[in-house]
């Protein structure tokens, strides 16, 4: 925990004291690896409770939010709870409105999917997972860099119910990172975490062909992201330069039509996040996206190749993201508007 996220932490414990608030404490170690699998396997080891939860320090959840997952707890008899998690600031920067979007197609669409085929990789909090079970299974993986989709897998391995909530209205809210090369670190770790776990290799237990299939074509993908940073500029040139006849061209260009499909999705779902988050649309946001949906791609694609040479190379630091609070701003837009 770095000092200026301490330092906030003890000022709120202190408020909780003076409200004769006694059950909530800080927990600091001194031992490596200093990450946040670590941490949170020493605070499993403090815990007490039937539930174990994750909120980031620059969360912002729903005050509902536990009556919600206890109920889904008890109604489901889910042992693994994954609740939405939700970019809300859109418009802070050129990527935003597509980084946004991930969000909102994962946690809202796919993660469901995941569940349903029983290959579920969680999210980094608002996940709720029961004691027993952390516990079974040995807690988090303290070397990895994605301990959560590690988790997840871990969980599907032993067959438990994996149940995902998303409400628009209950997300827990986060911010976009707050520049180009925080949001490339950002997705490095992310890239690099996976590339770590299929290598580790523990999906291929997973029971069913298709399970093992998902789970490595979703752990392998950074592979095919690095691979198209590398054809992007390639397939440029041969735009200009190559010849063929009409079939050939016609086929070759499907995947152009297929980016022109994704881009008009990614508009629609963007009106669809403003309208349900009852937010107020930019227009200009909403037309960045078809301008911007390459070189979005090809952020990724870098971030994907840096963490394929920073695993390759045995590089595997805690990056740090920084937060600047934007989803709180957007939040109070939100609600003034």
């Not at 809300?88 to 920067?93: D, G």
């Not at 996976?194 to 997973?206: C, D, H, N, R, V």
């Not at 198209?228 to 735009?239: A, D, E, L, Q």
Request: with cysteine; aromatic share 12%; proline share 4%.
């Amino acid at each position: 925990m770095d000092k200026g996220t301490q330092e906030q932490v003890n000022i709120k414990l202190a408020e909780l004291e003076a409200q004769g608030v006694t059950n909530v404490k800080l927990i600091l170690f001194n031992d490596p690896p200093f990450n946040k699998p670590h941490g949170l396997n020493i605070g499993l080891r403090h815990a007490t409770k039937d539930v174990i939860t994750i909120f980031d320090a620059e969360d912002e959840p729903h005050k509902d939010i536990l009556h919600i997952i206890n109920t889904t707890m008890l109604n489901t008899g889910a042992s693994v709870v994954q609740s939405g998690v939700q970019l809300m600031n859109y418009q802070s920067h050129w990527f935003s409105a597509l980084n946004v979007l991930e969000y909102f197609f994962w946690f809202k669409s796919r993660l469901h999917y995941h569940s349903r085929a029983g290959m579920t990789p969680l999210g980094g909090n608002t996940v709720f997972t029961t004691r027993e079970l952390l516990e079974r299974i040995g807690g988090w993986g303290d070397t990895l860099l994605t301990e959560d989709a590690d988790l997840g897998i871990r969980c599907s391995l032993e067959g438990e119910k994996i149940q995902i909530v998303y409400s628009d209205e209950h997300v827990t809210q986060e911010e976009t990172p707050p520049s180009v090369s925080q949001f490339i670190k950002q997705r490095t770790r992310w890239s690099q975490g996976f590339l770590e776990i299929l290598i580790k290799g523990e999906w291929k237990q997973l029971e069913t062909p298709y399970q093992r299939f998902l789970a490595l074509y979703t752990l392998g993908f950074p592979f095919f992201q690095a691979i198209t940073g590398f054809y992007f500029p390639v397939s440029i040139w041969m735009m200009f330069t190559y010849r063929s006849d009409p079939v050939s061209a016609l086929i070759l260009a499907i995947p152009f039509y297929m980016v022109i499909a994704s881009t008009v999705f990614h508009m629609i779902g963007l009106v669809y996040f403003v309208k349900s988050h009852q937010l107020k649309l930019k227009k200009r946001a909403l037309w960045l996206i078809p301008v911007f949906y390459f070189p979005y791609q090809l952020l990724l694609s870098i971030a994907a190749v840096r963490a394929v040479y920073r695993h390759v190379t045995k590089q595997n630091n805690w990056e740090k993201t920084k937060h600047v609070g934007a989803h709180r701003q957007a939040g109070n837009a939100s609600n003034a508007s």
